[in-house]
């Protein structure tokens, strides 16, 4: 017996297309109706200013949170220059680490 397009697999994968169809465009709907709830207020706020309270730190986390407050430039710039340190000295302590162990990560040759 010789099953054409009609089989039960391809009605169940058929059901299942559109199943998944007919949630995907429900959590589209839900989405969208959430914002445009969201977005049906009243005046939008102007005063409304994002800052760090600073009244209970100290040392650098003090300087962190003053920057911040002031120069949001300058806040980007130490993050980007504190990630791209930190992400030097772990990577040269767990080179040194897997090197303790036999494993040599540098520059690997490549045989074709």
């Known amino acids: 017996?010789?099953?054409?397009?009609?089989?039960?697999n391809y009605t169940i994968k058929r059901l299942i297309t559109r199943l998944c169809f007919a949630v995907a465009?429900?959590?589209?709907?839900?989405?969208?109706?959430?914002?445009?709830?969201?977005?049906?207020?009243g005046k939008p706020a102007t005063k409304l200013v994002?800052?760090?309270?600073?009244?209970?730190?100290?040392?650098i986390t003090k300087?962190?949170?003053?920057?911040?407050?002031?120069?949001?430039?300058?806040?980007?710039t130490v993050v980007v220059i504190t990630?791209?340190?930190?992400?030097?000295?772990?990577?040269t302590a767990f080179d040194r680490i897997f090197m303790l162990f036999g494993i040599h990560l540098g520059k690997l040759?490549?045989?074709e």
């Open 1 to 8: 017996m010789r099953l054409n397009h009609h089989s039960a």
């Open 50 to 59: 994002n800052v760090a309270d600073t009244r209970t730190l100290s040392g």
């Open 25 to 41: 465009s429900l959590s589209a709907s839900l989405y969208g109706l959430a914002g445009q709830a969201l977005a049906a207020g």
């Open 109 to 111: 040759e490549h045989h």
């Open 83 to 91: 990630m791209a340190a930190l992400g030097l000295i772990l990577g």
């Open 63 to 76: 300087w962190i949170a003053d920057v911040y407050n002031t120069d949001l430039w300058l806040y980007a």
